[in-house]
């Protein structure tokens, strides 16, 4: 298990945010959400995301949300130190215009990109951006275009003759500094495979903590074979209900569960079943379409899943029992936790200021910018005398 973890939060651009579980995502339609994805929203999320101590924001991609370079662009110089780990597809630009694209904001943002691939898991969505390659064909372009990538961003001069991309002389002028980390998911074969040749973080939705060991040796083991290893971190992406009591904690998932029609279900179930994600059909297993037998291992739920694609379950307990959760992940392998929470800004003071802090006391987790106590913080009748 590892000494210290790190904790990313959510910018919730698809649909935007909401006291109920904003419905759609990976190639269904969102429901309508109480707040839109404003740039003065997202930057309230973002700003105290930093102040509470995540390390980064995930931005989501795809046509069910605004755009993650413009989205994460606008909002960057509303904050100081929070990273973007912000998500785009492969395939959709070129290799060269994607990574000069991640040396400007590298370098105007001071060193706060971080890089999700997604290759796409819906056929019908990648069609919409004029896509039509099948999955196996979206994953060896994927690999030709992490080589691409990093073959420019270590100062090569890149003559390129490959299946998806042709490149002739190509230089960087604009290499990031630092180099953005690529996180990267899949639990098919052929994403196995990219995840193992390129990726910094392999990113699993969450799953009990069983079957995510299995995927974090799957991947450790391809990793080897490659003669990378020990080079492959782990994350997971993760909703949370976190609450002062175990009770409080699942009022709130009940609360949201009641919020979530048997139509709404259906609906969005119905488009989620075409998905061709190997990932998406394990947390469709978890929540069975139904509402009944939720809690999928002690304090993991997976009703979000039920009408929102991707990461589909939550973390739901008391501060204590999420932090002993978490662990539980450690211990499994994963350094990273990618959460978010309905809604968003309200839930990451939840998590934040309740789950972190524990963490702290148990030597797992370390602010990573602390601010300096002042005189004004100093506890009523603590001793302290001023003369």
């Not at 069975?288 to 039920?306: C, D, F, H, M, R």
């Not at 006391?361 to 002042?374: D, M, S, Y």
Request: glycine share 12%.
């Amino acid at each position: 298990m590892t000494d210290q973890l790190k904790f990313h939060w959510f910018l919730p651009t698809n649909g935007g945010d909401g006291r109920q579980v904003v419905a759609g995502g990976h190639g269904v339609s969102a429901g309508a959400a109480g707040r839109p994805a404003s740039v003065p929203y997202l930057g309230q999320i973002a700003r105290s995301a930093e102040q509470l101590g995540f390390d980064a924001a995930l931005t989501p991609t795809g046509a069910w949300c605004e755009d993650a370079w413009v989205s994460t662009a606008m909002i960057s110089s509303l904050s100081e130190r929070l990273k973007f780990l912000v998500a785009f597809r492969p395939g959709l630009t070129s290799p060269f215009l994607s990574a000069q694209m991640a040396g400007t904001f590298q370098n105007l943002s001071g060193g706060r990109l971080l890089l999700n691939v997604v290759t796409g898991g819906e056929s019908h969505e990648q069609r919409m951006y004029g896509d039509f390659l099948d999955k196996d064909g979206r994953y060896e372009r994927c690999e030709e275009f992490l080589h691409v990538v990093r073959s420019l961003w270590a100062g090569e001069t890149v003559t390129y003759d490959g299946r998806y991309y042709q490149l002739e002389n190509a230089t960087l002028d604009q290499i990031p500094d630092p180099l953005p980390e690529i996180y990267f998911g899949g639990s098919s074969e052929a994403a196995g495979r990219v995840a193992a040749k390129h990726v910094d973080v392999y990113l699993t939705w969450g799953e009990p903590p069983e079957a995510v060991r299995e995927k974090v040796e799957w991947i450790r083991k391809l990793a080897a074979d490659e003669g990378r290893e020990g080079d492959v971190r782990f994350g997971i992406r993760l909703h949370t209900i976190a609450r002062d009591t175990s009770e409080a904690a699942w009022a709130e998932a009940d609360r949201l569960l009641s919020g979530i029609s048997e139509d709404q279900i259906a609906q969005v179930q119905a488009g989620l079943k075409r998905s061709e994600s190997v990932g998406q059909r394990r947390m469709l297993d978890l929540n069975a379409g139904s509402k009944e037998s939720l809690e999928v291992y002690p304090n993991l739920w997976a009703g979000v899943g039920l009408v929102r694609g991707g990461a589909g379950t939550a973390m739901v307990g008391s501060f204590t029992e999420i932090a002993d959760l978490v662990e539980q992940y450690a211990e499994v392998g994963i350094e990273e936790f990618v959460m978010s929470g309905y809604p968003h800004l309200e839930e990451s003071y939840w998590f934040g200021e309740g789950v972190l802090p524990e963490l702290a006391r148990r030597g797992l987790w370390t602010h990573p910018a602390p601010v300096a106590a002042t005189a004004a913080s100093v506890p009523f009748g603590s001793g302290r005398i001023v003369s």
